[in-house]
């Protein structure tokens, strides 16, 4: 009786997987999940923290009479009948969703009003094909429980809310998740099957990144650390034209950084350089007036200290006015603010442990368990991110030693998400202070999440220290 039990069980298991693979499962999972969220009353999505004039009134939308700011969502918006004489304040590939999503809107709902649930929309729709891509690059070829394992923990990391919140916003943050998860997803599918479709995949990846850093100012230094996850695409080349065209990526992916850095902004660098001293420099250092007055700076600046550059409450002056600009601008740039830190490295080692502390809060499900074992330390970041690298440059080495791409390319895609988690708290304290962490620090997480990820699916389908041939894997 008991072996007919287990009989029909493996039969129904049988039948279970195959039709419904694990990235499948990941993928409608993450879809209910993330679609009850945003596109079900009451509407969920995240309110405007001053930043989202820079998205909306350069792609034809206005604000509604009652238009709120900090800390009230604002589900609609008007759509402009005439010309728009806006000018772009930054450099983005966001435009290329909120245009779509406003194309949309006028096909299928309203010319005249914008319902911001179609935005959510617009990244919802290939955020469930990361999903998918992620979950297939993870578990290919398997159709096992701890393949079914892993689509779980994809679903549980990247469907959480402190994620898709952001879809129903003017924030850049979720064009960053959804291509983040394109590159990731392409280049280990390179690794694991180098023969499935190699142009279109190595395409998306490449298109993936380069859109990712134009995406946001604060992208641009992360045109080096995936210039280095793109350097093990050379092991999978057979052909000289094929490292032609990967050495053309690389180069599209600096370039593409060095411009996203030199069209910043005036007025965009006036922000972040303003807040980089009243969120940094005069932050957990004892009196601030005392450490301008020895910098060269007037004390009367240490009443700004904590100050956003877009005040919520009463200002002693207005960060935006000349006297700020010539008197406190002018006179700390950002080589002052790295000689300031230099000087004070027991303050600058304070901020960094508060970035810490902000990347492991950042999530709901994910953070309870995070929180409980990461301390909030940015030294326990380094000895993290040192001993991820040695496991997988054991795996890489035994790989080349066998003459086996896939760990290689892993190993260089791992380096460069760990450059991305160790030196973007650096950069992001010394551009702009401690101010919106949360969002300096999106791609911390996100970058930490996939080496987390793939961590934990190469051990459990037995890849971590080597590749296997087929049908060398073992069975669960």
């Not at 900090?70 to 435009?95: E, R, V």
């Not at 590159?183 to 490449?206: E, K, Q, S, W």
């Amino acid at each position: 009786m008991l072996q007919r039990i287990q009989a029909i069980n493996r039969s129904v298991w049988r039948g279970a997987t195959r039709w419904v693979s694990p990235a499948l499962l990941a993928t409608v999972c993450a879809g209910v999940i993330a679609g009850w969220l945003l596109f079900v009353p009451p509407f969920h999505g995240l309110a405007d923290n001053g930043d989202f004039y820079r998205a909306i009134f350069v792609n034809g939308l206005y604000k509604l009479k009652g238009y709120h700011m900090l800390g009230y969502i604002n589900p609609q918006l008007g759509i402009m009948k005439y010309f728009n004489q806006t000018n772009a304040a930054i450099f983005s590939s966001q435009p290329l969703f909120v245009q779509a999503a406003v194309g949309l809107n006028k096909l299928v709902y309203s010319s005249t009003v914008f319902d911001l649930r179609f935005l959510g929309l617009i990244y919802y729709i290939p955020y469930l094909g990361a999903i998918y891509l992620v979950t297939q690059a993870l578990t290919y070829p398997f159709r096992r429980i701890r393949s079914y394992l892993i689509a779980a923990l994809v679903v549980l990391i990247f469907a959480d809310s402190s994620f898709t919140l952001y879809f129903n916003s003017f924030f850049a943050e979720p064009g960053m998740l959804v291509l983040a998860l394109y590159a990731f997803g392409a280049i280990m599918l390179l690794a694991r099957r180098p023969t499935y479709h190699p142009r279109l995949l190595t395409a998306v990846y490449f298109v993936s990144v380069m859109l990712l850093i134009a995406n946001k100012q604060q992208n641009a230094p992360l045109a080096l650390s995936y210039a280095v996850a793109s350097l093990g695409l050379f092991m999978i080349c057979r052909h000289r034209g094929e490292r032609l065209w990967i050495v053309a990526g690389i180069a599209g992916i600096l370039v593409t950084g060095v411009l996203t850095y030199t069209l910043i902004t005036k007025q965009f660098n006036d922000i972040n350089q303003y807040q980089a001293v009243t969120h940094g420099v005069l932050l957990h250092g004892g009196d601030p007036s005392k450490k301008l007055k020895k910098q060269g700076v007037s004390q009367q600046f240490a009443l700004m200290r904590n100050q956003d550059y877009y005040p919520k409450t009463f200002a002693a002056i207005s960060p935006s006015s000349d006297y700020v600009h010539r008197h406190l601008n002018q006179k700390t740039g950002f080589g002052w603010i790295i000689r300031y830190y230099a000087q004070h490295p027991k303050q600058f080692r304070t901020l960094l442990d508060v970035a810490a502390g902000e990347q492991v809060t950042y999530f709901t499900a994910f953070s309870s368990a995070a929180g409980a074992f990461f301390p909030r330390k940015f030294a326990f970041d380094l000895l993290l991110a040192v001993a991820l690298a040695i496991v997988f440059a054991v795996g890489a080495y035994n790989d080349w030693q066998r003459r086996r791409p896939a760990g290689v390319l892993r190993f260089f895609l791992v380096l460069g998400l760990l450059t991305i988690f160790i030196f973007v708290p650096i950069i992001s304290i010394i551009g702009d202070g401690d101010a919106d962490l949360a969002k300096h620090l999106f791609m911390v997480p996100v970058s930490l999440d996939l080496i987390l990820l793939l961590f934990v699916a190469d051990l459990l389908n037995h890849r971590l220290w080597h590749t296997p041939k087929p049908g060398e894997e073992a069975a669960d």
